[in-house]
């Protein structure tokens, strides 16, 4: 185990934001999980990330007082999100230790990780990988992180503690974004090799017909993309229904300018149909004629605006042909290149490992896929689809707070942020982990309570917090 200076760091920062209190400890797990890039420790193949390492100090410092202790245990009642997502976990972790070894040879896989047999690059018998256990302690990680949130979310100050964290999440997201475009410019790219030292192949300083790949704080730009069209769908729907406009509104413009000049097919492709959620979202309200002065004028000035712009570019064909130039071959171009053919090959494979497990799965971190659904289908199988599919439902998809309120609006938010985080896994998305603002998300809505639910809720709701 060899410890990065990083890390040294993050654990001081630890230590000081015990010291302050829990609001402290959210939004420094909050700002140190966009680090993606980063490992605070290394240990043998595995890379520590310093949101891990947060994550140690935020449950110490939450779970370690009776009344969130108590709290983040109801949070897995049967009536919460928090089960199912308990569910989807363990028996994802059970399926990483039983299923390579009971259905040992009768499929071939694309490893995750390392095997016992040598790296040929291809496919390779069902066997146990070394992902098995990484990935099964990730995913143990991010049920901790709801659990805890979810808790701490369930009193006034802490809701609002885990609110502003997620904003301090986009702000540090966007920062990262402009760091990364800036240091590229200036030939300065060395200033953020201390938060580029994971043992992963790390993207960061690649060029598509001369643009910089913006890939921010992350291994990747389809992950910087992913985790953008989150920010948008949260931070957009905020500003659309008035909720610290001016902040809101700037990180939802600067995400979207940044997805757009990413180069990333995952933000191209995923960024109109987030605008059009948006948009529904902006109409839904007008109709309802409870929507805020942001929400009218997205809702009657976007068409508006958009078909002007078509209008003026039809009178340059220049323009035209370099923006069709740039989508052709950031999109459309993708699926039949070298690493699209290599990413639709996984996903071939992988489900058909679902169907040779009889849809049970071959384990959690054992195949390798480039879609969240297929990951979910090839790891766990049907009952972990399932229980991820009821867990959705009951913390995103089911309405919560009272209408017209803040926290209903916040609850929206975090319903269109988690769009914007699937829209991108779908597309892309190697792995059934989501990630620290997946959770960050998931815990600020499942603390507020559900409209139609006469069950006493386990974590207290409330109304009109002050944010």
């Known amino acids: 185990m060899s410890m990065e200076p990083i890390g040294v760091l993050t654990i001081l920062i630890g230590l000081i934001c015990l010291t302050l209190g829990t609001g402290a400890l959210v939004h420094g797990l909050a700002i140190l999980a966009v680090l993606g890039a ?3 420790m290394l240990i043998g193949a595995a890379n520590i990330q310093p949101g891990h ?3 140690v100090f935020l449950a110490f410092g939450a779970l370690s007082r009776r009344r969130e202790a108590a709290a983040a245990i109801r949070a897995l009642h049967p009536n919460e999100p928090g089960f199912w997502f308990a569910c989807l976990v363990i028996y994802g972790v059970a399926t990483a230790f039983l299923m390579p070894r009971l259905f040992a040879g009768i499929t071939e896989i694309v490893p995750l990780g390392t095997t016992a047999f040598d790296d040929t690059g291809s ?11 990484t990935q099964s302690l990730y995913l143990s990680t991010t049920l901790l992180c709801l659990v805890t949130l979810t808790a701490i979310a369930g009193t006034r100050q802490g809701f609002s503690a885990v609110f502003n ?24 790219q060395e200033l953020l090799g201390f938060i580029r030292n994971a043992r992963y192949t790390l993207h960061t300083d690649t060029e598509i017909a001369g643009m910089k790949r913006i890939v921010g704080s992350y291994t990747e730009a389809s992950v910087f993309a992913r985790s953008t069209l989150g920010v948008l769908g949260f931070t957009g729907t905020l500003w659309l229904c008035g909720v610290r406009p001016g902040l809101t509104g700037s990180i939802a413009g600067l995400s979207l300018v940044l997805i757009v000049l990413s180069t990333s097919s995952t933000g191209l492709a995923g960024a109109p149909v987030m605008l059009l959620l948006l948009h529904a979202f902006a109409m839904t309200r007008l109709v309802l004629g409870n929507a805020a002065r942001q929400a009218t004028f ?18 340059d064909a220049e323009a035209i042909a370099k923006i069709y130039g740039y989508v052709d071959l ?6 039949s290149s070298d690493s699209g053919i290599e990413r639709s090959s996984w996903n071939v494979i992988s489900f058909q490992n679902f169907l040779d497990s009889w849809g049970l799965g071959v384990g959690v971190g054992t195949a390798r896929a480039s879609s969240f659904a297929v990951a979910l289908l090839a790891s766990v199988g049907v009952p972990g689809a399932l229980f991820y599919a009821v867990f959705v439902f009951e913390c995103f998809l089911r309405p919560r707070g009272q209408p017209g309120s803040l926290e209903a609006d916040i609850a929206v938010a975090a319903r269109n942020g988690y769009a914007g985080l699937l829209i991108g896994d779908l597309l892309v998305g190697p792995i059934i982990d989501q990630g620290f603002f997946f959770c960050m998300l998931a815990g600020l809505a499942a603390a507020i309570r559900p409209r139609t639910s006469s069950v006493p809720r386990a974590v207290p709701s409330f109304t009109g917090a002050r944010i």
């Open 330 to 335: 950031v999109v459309l171009n993708k699926a």
């Open 38 to 40: 980063a490992a605070a």
């Open 298 to 315: 997205f809702a009657l000035g976007a068409p508006v605006i958009g078909l002007a712009v078509v209008l003026l570019l039809l009178l």
């Open 53 to 55: 390492v947060m994550l």
């Open 165 to 188: 964290a997620l904003l301090a999440c986009c702000i540090a997201n966007t920062v990262f974004a402009v760091l990364d475009i800036a240091t590229y410019a200036t030939g300065t």
């Open 123 to 133: 496919t390779v018998p069902l066997a146990p990988v070394s992902s098995n256990v």
